[in-house]
């Protein structure tokens, strides 16, 4: 099984949404909207994106 790493190009902020993207070869574009759109849901979106940022490694 693949690891989830934060690719080095191509980051928009942290390369959390990037990371998952390509883990799953899921849209890139989809992902980040996915991400916006939930903040306007009450939740700890923006902690869960920050605490990815710090556990997932980067790519080499």
């Known amino acids: 099984?693949?690891?989830v790493?934060?690719?080095r190009e191509g980051r928009m902020i942290g390369g959390?949404?990037?990371g998952i993207a390509?883990?799953?070869g899921w849209n890139v574009g989809l992902v980040r909207l996915a991400f916006v759109v939930s903040c306007v849901l009450p939740g700890p979106?923006?902690?869960v994106y920050v605490l990815l940022w710090v556990?997932?490694?980067s790519a080499p």
């Open 16 to 18: 959390v949404c990037r």
């Open 22 to 24: 390509q883990r799953f």
């Open 1 to 3: 099984m693949n690891s």
């Open 5 to 7: 790493e934060r690719p």
């Open 55 to 57: 556990l997932m490694p």
């Open 45 to 47: 979106q923006v902690l």
